[in-house]
């Protein structure tokens, strides 16, 4: 609880990636996710497509432990 981690900013193809959590467990603001309290952490990460590029959208969950 308490811990912070960096997101990309961006996939290998430049398109800028968005993010949002479906958890209370963990918080997100810009390119940073922290660790609000013990739990599930569930996060969805999306980025635009483009002539070249289908877009993407996929999410992950992960476990969250006390301190």
């Not at 467990?25 to 922290?34: L, M």
Request: some cysteine.
């Amino acid at each position: 609880v308490g811990t912070k981690w960096t997101l990309a900013k961006q996939t290998n193809f430049g398109e800028t990636i968005s993010y949002k959590s479906l958890s209370k467990n963990c918080s997100i603001k810009g390119f940073s996710i922290t660790a609000v309290k013990a739990g599930s952490c569930k996060i969805i990460a999306s980025a635009p497509g483009s002539t070249n590029y289908l877009a993407y959208s996929g999410s992950d969950t992960f476990t969250i432990s006390k301190k």
